[in-house]
């Protein structure tokens, strides 16, 4: 695993985007990257950076083949604005390039509202493309990721999931509506199928996802701590910002500062030092 550790979000947040951006510069024109992307807090920065840096013609995202890594089931229509679709075009696909035919994701309003199938369709579909290139996800305090709560098998595929209690409270509480109207389940991606990404980058922010970091640099799998799973994934990098290494002991934290500065200082390349090295 690797560890990039930034002073605020704002850093964070520009480091993810060239994260992306330095994948999708490894593709050959007319070449797709595969990836996995969440909604959310963690991501909205990142994803207004694209956007700011796709109408400065710096970059172009219309090679990227998207796929939704949850979606809630059963959230009343008045709260549209909270379904993933909806929130993934306010806060990307209306500001860059990616074409709407290259847009995937559970459908949480199947017509025949058969969602085993529906998610059964979605693992062959991303199957049908090659694999995923790139998953990127932010974490909850309690180490869920994308909609797989603590306690999930760490060789789930997508499938349908109930929220876990702490989840739905905060949700209510963030978009401000009764806990009865928050959904009680949703579809997402399994560990499995996010673990089978070539390339994984987890987002750390604030103080509330420091014991996550922690839970992941510092302490070993658990099945009830889903993202500590993908310490085991063989490219796996997790980012974070300051606030949220509080948690993780100055040694963990000066440690992996050093490793990136002599990353930068052998390979002039921070992020996929390895991979030059490897003769890219
Ligand atoms: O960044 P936010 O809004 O707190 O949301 C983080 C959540 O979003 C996801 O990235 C996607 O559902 C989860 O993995 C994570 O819990």
């Not at 991303?126 to 994308?146: C, N, P, Q």
């Not at 987890?202 to 996550?212: E, I």
Request: proline share 4%.
């Amino acid at each position: 695993m690797r560890v990039f550790l930034r002073n605020d979000y704002e850093t964070l947040s520009l480091f993810a985007a060239e994260y992306l951006i330095s994948l999708l510069k490894t593709k050959e024109p007319g070449e797709f990257l595969n990836v996995a992307l969440p909604c959310g807090y963690t991501v909205q920065r990142m994803y207004a950076i694209l956007g700011e840096k796709v109408k400065a013609k710096e970059i172009s995202l219309a090679n990227l083949r998207v796929f939704h890594i949850d979606e809630f089931l059963d959230l009343p229509k008045k709260y549209k604005e909270h379904q993933q679709i909806q929130w993934m075009h306010d806060n990307l696909y209306s500001k860059v390039d990616i074409k709407p035919e290259n847009v995937h994701y559970l459908n949480p309003e199947r017509a025949d509202g058969d969602f085993t199938t529906e998610c059964t369709s979605f693992e062959d579909l991303i199957k049908s493309h090659g694999s995923l290139d790139l998953t990127f996800f932010g974490t909850g305090a309690d180490g869920h990721v994308a909609r797989n709560e603590p306690g999930s098998s760490l060789k789930s595929e997508s499938r349908i999931t109930k929220l876990a209690y702490d989840t739905r409270v905060q949700l209510s509480s963030r978009w401000n509506i009764p806990l009865a109207e928050v959904p009680e389940r949703a579809l997402t991606m399994g560990i499995s199928t996010l673990f089978q990404s070539s390339n994984v980058l987890v987002l750390f922010t604030g103080v509330s996802r420091s014991r996550a970091l922690e839970m992941c640099l510092e302490k070993s799998v658990n099945h009830m701590f889903p993202v500590s799973a993908f310490q085991k994934h063989n490219n796996c990098t997790f980012a974070a910002d300051e606030p949220a290494t509080y948690e993780c002991r100055v040694k963990t934290v000066n440690y992996f500062k050093g490793i990136e500065k002599t990353s930068e200082e052998v390979f002039g390349d921070p992020i996929h030092g390895r991979k030059r090295r490897a003769g890219m």
